[in-house]
């Protein structure tokens, strides 16, 4: 439905979105995704869903992210701090790393994990925080300082608590802006952080996106065993072949293509002009032709994504009624045993 612009009989509410904006996907807003994907190769992922790695031993149904200092070649890093790292790129773009990165491209990094995103930031998962060099050197600086005075920057111990806190909480977080490397930064990353060095464990029960090829997704199915029937596969490269195509042809459609013929031109010129025209209004015909397929395809992935995505907030809002109902039940039961427990002793005629 198009939202038009102010006009009497139009009300904003009819139209607004106004889903959380963790669980923002891209049929409200194509730049955003539900889900934080992790993504790895092809060793990586089996090794990963069998909790290598893992400091101490967990259950079968668990796997394991293990925290790492990030690598990025050519740059020194600032604060080296093991962190596990995620993306909120939408699953369409995802592919754009093995484009960005060779080292990514050379590990074959069409596979991923992916979860959702509110409930990661339960656990504690922030984005990234991008600071310019003079910020970073300030950061760097406190945190320097504190180390060689053992924190005793001023006459509270209290405060030099909460300037310790507030220092190792930004740390595993911080990030260079690299305004002014040649590459801009990595903030197309979308990235972000589980900052604890012990790794990150998960139940097989958190993951709502697998990405893999079709020939690999049988192995990794039988890894995850039942749960896996509920977890959502994709192919995120073919989906970023999808969008980048179509914003292609858009853009070649955009060009011109027609030549100027000078009006001195000779007859034959003059043919010649016209037909090289010709051919170039085919190309053209054959371009916007292959657009509206294409436009057709995905509008079709879109209508089955706000049908799937219906469905899946109805029986969300049903779940949660029947929750709300047994959590209703459970407290009533539990009133009931506390009035058993609490009600005093009849006494009646002595035995004996």
Known sequence: MTLHPPSPGILWKDYR???????LSPVEKPDMSPYLVHMTGSDAIAQILAGDGAPIEIPGDTGFL?????????LSQLFSRPVVCFSESPLFALDFFRYRSFRRWQDDQRFGIGFNKARLAERGVRPVIYLDSEIRSQLRYLQTQGDLLHWKLTASSA???KLRGLVDGL????????EDHDYQGFMWEREWRATSPEGFPFSYCDIEIVCCPSEEEDVIREALGDVADRIQF???????????????????????????IEPEATLPEQIAG???QRA??????????GFVVLSAQIASRGDMARRELEALRTKKTAIEHELAKAK?????????RETVVKRPPRHGPAVG
């Open 274 to 276: 016209l037909d090289q």
């Open 280 to 289: 170039l209004h085919e190309v053209a015909i054959h371009s916007l032709e």
């Open 159 to 161: 405060t030099d608590e």
């Open 171 to 178: 740390a595993p977080l911080v990030f260079p802006l690299l």
């Open 66 to 74: 293990k925290a790492v200092v990030p690598q990025y070649e050519g």
């Open 17 to 23: 979105i106004d889903t959380p904006t963790f669980e």
């Open 328 to 336: 209703a039940q459970q407290r009533k039961q539990n009133d009931s």
């Open 234 to 260: 994709v192919r995120t490269w073919l989906e970023y072949d999808d969008v980048t195509s179509f914003l292609q042809q858009r853009e070649e459609l955009r060009r011109p293509f027609v030549l100027a």
